[in-house]
């Protein structure tokens, strides 16, 4: 059984409406060796030295094919492709022209930076990944109130020490633990701990990336 709360949509996100939704309540993050040996329970007859090596060769794989324009389909688990950005780190030649006094006509904004990278991976699960998922999983309500944000009134040192209390109670602290502890949006959460961690007094550090990302003490 897995457990959820209810969460309201911060004021703004949709004016006039009172949005309500349900949340996992998340736990743990399963590392790589953690992966691999829950692999290992349901193929045994396979080694996790073989397991390692087949997720290795799909991740170069995914580097190799996916900037050249290809998505990757695997079948029971969904499809992954890319999505692109603007670098805002490494401005455009035009830019660099400006700074250099080459040229005195004001640069437009949208075209301040003119070199793409990439922002990051999509992932749309199989259809039948999902129902089979949803026939085996049922959900109980961890909260019996409706978890409503709270604006970010708190201060830095007030915001680190609740990560930290987080981090103390439960290992380590996900982006989920940070809204519900500071009442700031997933937004404003995510902006404030890129700063925390950017900052060594803080104490606190990341481990792993994008959904699998949580938040640790610095050793």
Not at 80 to 102: C, H, M, R, V, Y
Not at 136 to 165: H, I, N, W, Y
Not at 168 to 194: H, I
Request: net charge neutral.
């Amino acid at each position: 059984m897995a457990n959820y709360y209810l969460q309201k949509l911060p004021e703004g996100m949709r004016e006039g409406e009172k949005v309500v939704y349900p949340r996992m309540q998340t736990y743990s993050l399963h590392d790589f060796e953690t992966v691999l040996k829950h692999m290992h329970t349901y193929a045994a007859n396979i080694s996790e030295g073989t397991m390692r090596a087949v997720l290795e060769a799909l991740t170069e794989t995914m580097k190799s094919w996916m900037p050249l324009g290809h998505s990757i389909k695997i079948d029971g688990l969904g499809v992954f492709s890319l999505t692109l950005g603007f670098d805002t780190s490494t401005p455009s030649e035009k830019a660099i022209a400006n700074q250099k006094g080459q040229d005195d006509e004001r640069e437009d904004p949208k075209t301040k930076y003119r070199h793409i990278c990439i922002k990051g991976i999509n992932f749309k699960p199989d259809a039948e990944l999902l129902a089979d998922m949803n026939r085996e999983t049922t959900f109980d309500k961890v909260e019996a109130d409706v978890v409503v944000p709270r604006k970010g009134m708190l201060s830095r040192d007030e915001r680190v020490a609740k990560a930290k209390a987080v981090i103390d109670e439960n290992g380590f602290m996900t982006l989920s633990d940070y809204v519900q502890a500071t009442g700031l949006s997933r937004t404003s959460a995510s902006l404030d701990l890129k700063k925390l961690v950017a900052d060594p007094t803080s104490g606190i550090m990341s481990r792993g990336s994008h959904s699998h990302k949580v938040w640790i003490k610095r050793p």
